[in-house]
């Protein structure tokens, strides 16, 4: 029984291998997933929710150069790098958009950056002890490879960052799902009857409540937050799980290795854990796909409506909300960046879905 369940399984990878579209969205799915653990590796505002503002560079186009004058924080405390790495570096500098600057002396002489290229009044800076060298070293180059968004944050590091909350929500809502719809969907269709209509009727006034609203009461009731969010989504999208489990189970719990299950005096937990779930995975699998896709989209438009995630959390539909009237302001970047990242993680997990679906078909 486990060479032929090797085999049916290599079956399906090799079907698997043979999509061309379904391994370039596993490729996508897992090149999003990488950037999301270590985003603050790689964005290049580090700090925590990539939330460093600098009002007079906002809104700047793509690949915005300008020089920045950075200035030590003394009130920081240590952060361990742990905490660096999954949370963000605590703001550990003062960071002053500059357009010109001179070191005499102990003195830094500089100009801050005012957009429309008008000079800025020139002001002072002396710290005790720092040479002409050191003054040097406090002013970098940084450039904005995505522009700015309206409160002069660098929006790339901010659609790094973003990405975990619609990648990670997929992962927590699915994982909700899986766990009420399997469990529920088991139940009704093993035993039938009065269970069974019990939960139907339930599944079904579920069902009949619009996805959105019912996700917006239940992050109402349960508050606005993170956290929140993942579990309103993950309590609304059980019942498509049930009702294919409950089919499945249906039609498998009058086979004959079922049968002879319950001959040898096996418990029904038993039989449905050890003989039942794991002969009707496979279309779980492809609708736990397709709810990634579900997930990252009802979470995209709870943040464009304001009861997601909160600022400053970065996040791509709160993004999109924030920069939507630049659509016709002659700087759509803002919002179409977010968006294009929203349309192909969820394509790669609808066609990941199909690819899945084929390859999984033993009819095939």
Known sequence: MSKKHQSLTRLALQKFKKNVWGVLSLVVIALVGFIAVFAYVLAPDNSQNANQMHISIHSQSPGFKVLMLELPNKSTSG????????????????????????????????????PEGITGQEKELHIAGYSKLQYEALVKEHTFLFGTDKYGRDLLSR?????????????????????????MGSIAGYFGGKVDALIMWFINVTWSIPTLLLVIAITLAL????????????????????????????????????????ALGYTDFRII????????????????????????????????????????MASWGAMIKDHYNYIILGKPYLALIPGACIMILVMAFMLMGNALRDALDVKN
């Open 273 to 312: 854990v050890n003989h039942v779930l794991p002969n009707i995975m496979a279309p779980v699998i492809v609708i736990s796909a397709a709810n990634f896709a579900a997930a990252i989209l009802i979470e995209s438009g709870l943040s464009f409506l304001g009861i997601g995630a909160q600022p400053p």
């Open 79 to 114: 952060q361990s790098l742990v905490s660096q790495l999954f949370f963000g570096v605590n703001n550990n500098v003062t960071e002053i958009p500059i357009s010109n600057f001179r070191a005499d002396g102990d003195t830094l002489y500089y100009s801050e950056f005012v």
């Open 159 to 183: 659609v790094l960052v973003g990405s975990r909350i619609s990648f990670f929500i997929g992962f927590i809502a699915v994982f909700i799902s899986l766990v009420i719809g399997i469990f």
């Open 223 to 262: 508050g606005k937050g993170f956290w929140q969010v993942f579990i309103a989504v993950g309590l609304t999208m059980w019942v498509e799980v049930a009702r294919v489990v409950r089919g499945q189970v249906m039609g498998v719990k009058e086979l004959q290795y079922v049968t002879a299950a319950r």
